[in-house]
């Protein structure tokens, strides 16, 4: 949760853009667009064709129109290169050994990967038969797979492996509680409307298309203008309300769609809002993130832990923020599934008993320096970097290591990885510490994970907000005398006085704690009265002399109370996914056009492995069968394909949703195994394939290994390569 960065929007784009807008980068990047655009078309025209030719083939069209798709397709083909060869290289390109890259290069791919990932329908608008809502997507089956693996995997790596303590709250959430965590009052971005038709857009993208817009249309435009225009571009997160307003108004910018006049930029609440109940008077909101469900059951969390710090509590589940304009597909949408951590630790220490174990974990990592100073990110060891301080403390710089690795072992690129930290200007003040990991995509980098040392700000809100003392306890080191005052409540002279409300004052003077049960004695003595605030109820009681005591007492204490810290890993799975697609993705050349392939490692692909025989035969068919229900019995997803048609579209096909392994039964005691990526087969005896394959997908053995122990299959490798 980033409450601060959300009125005043981080400048996490700050050094790129300082990096990379110089006036001649932003002209080619002009130049560049169109020939980019019509890529696509080109590329997109190919593709349609391949799917043609493929349909005319699979309902066995005559040979003639099957001949004349055919044509078509090589004459595309050919124009698709011509027009490649045409394009100037890009410019940067992946750099490995820095863990930068240029952001220009994007759109074609993604086209690629959005269309193969809408082809076999891993995602979908959502309610599309009804014109569709911007922000809201739907996953389709392979989607729904990929999703279960990524957060059963989570399970396993976060809440099994370190006992987290998982709960599961309800989305509503009543005013109350994200009043008190600030949600209520801060949760905005800026936004501007249309005068007269009411549209409303995030204020700084309305800003940042019209000066992009006008650098690329008007490549000779004078220089102290695109100078200007480059100043705003490099300076858009870092603008107040009135400066953003101001630079609205100075480049006479119009609605996007309308040309009407926009108002000025004014603070919209991005959590969805609903009445709770029938009568309409409990305020509720969808919960914008799921961390807050754990704090207000820290103290039932506490004592389930045995009173014992430091522990940490998990929670999957759906947040909702309403995104003035989502855009950038499944990145920025209006309901999402969050994973997040909150790990309660003793702010006097903050190390973590399994540092160790991440402690020799070399990454990039973009501390705060390095982005002051324009340089790149650096490869550092993480002990070393949490040694000098550069990671605020032990827990937190655990948690990066943690992440790191989960992140890898689901396929994201390690060189497309970076752990970035808060600028001091995005973080809230309460903060110690702040990083993002960020992965790169097509959209550039993007915020997937957030780890935040937030201290004890989000316990204090909610014990000041709710009264409950939301504290640990720990050992002094010698025992102490102290006095301690309790507001001793006179029962008659409160029921007289409140009647209906006597039991929530009564219960409020109990529980005020020594700071505030001596405030009141000290105002009842000067003034005879003093107000009793019950946040919960939102209600406040003028309580008098006489209605309560103090008793004084004296007693020798060996804990003392205090707040802890809180270490917040908190995980956006739909951005993590659409990476790891994106990761994931290649083709291979094929006669009918590109074949996609996705290179799911075996963890989180949507099904573990196909089953065919290779030709049609009861015998074989039978065997099919058979293995894929001991593969079924031993809980892994697996398609059977007995329909015949040629070895090589079924991999194509298998290849295009990821599956990593595949059994051809060609005889009655052996089946042949093939890898996807390397497309290498091995011979394995008809009683061991379902063990093998169980242990490939649960990656306890690599095909590396396995092929060590098995013989290798030449001769069908040739018929995947050749038979589309
Ligand atoms: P935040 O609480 O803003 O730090 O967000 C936590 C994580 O949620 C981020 O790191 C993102 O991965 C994810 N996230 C935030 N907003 C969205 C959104 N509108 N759509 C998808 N994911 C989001």
Redesign the pocket.
Known sequence: ??LL?RIRPPPRLLQQHRRNLSAKALANANLGFKRDVDLVEQQALVNRQGDLVRALKARKAPKEEIDAAVTLLKDLKFKLQEFEAASPKEEASQDESSGTSSQASGKRFREAVTNALERRMFFTNSFGIYGGVAGLFDYGPPGCAVKANVLSFWRQHFVVNDDLLEVDCPCLTPEAVLRASGHVEKFTDLMVRDVKEGHCFRADHVLKDFVKDALEKDPRMPAAKRDDYTRTLASLDDFSVEELGAKIKEYGIRAPDTKNDLSDPFPFNLMFGTPIGPTGLLQGYLRP?TAQGIFVNFNELLYYNGGKLPFGAAQIGQ?F?N?IA?RQG?????E?T?AEIEFFVDPADKSHPKFASVADLEFFLYPRAEQMSLKDPVKVRLGHAVAQKVINNETLGYYIGRTYLFLTALGINKNRLRFRQHLANEMAHYAADCW?AEIECSYGWI????LADRSAYDLKAHSTASKSNLVASRDLPEPVVVEEFAAVPNRKEIGVAFKANQKLVLEALQELNNEEALEMQKKLESDGEAPLHICNADKTFTIKKGMVTFNKQVTKKSKEKFTPSVIEP???I???IYCLFEHCFDTRGGVDGQLNVFRFPPLVAPVKCTVFPLVQNPKLDGIARAISAKLREAGIGNKIDTTGRSIGRRYARTDEIGVPFAITVDSEDGVTVRDRDSKDQIRVPLEEVVDLIADMSAGKRSWKEVQGVYPAHVAAKASDETDE
């Open positions: 949760m980033i960065a993130e947040a923020r995104e989502p499944l990145l920025r949408v209006r999402f969050l993002d915020e997937c994970v957030g908190s995980f956006g739909g951005r993590i």
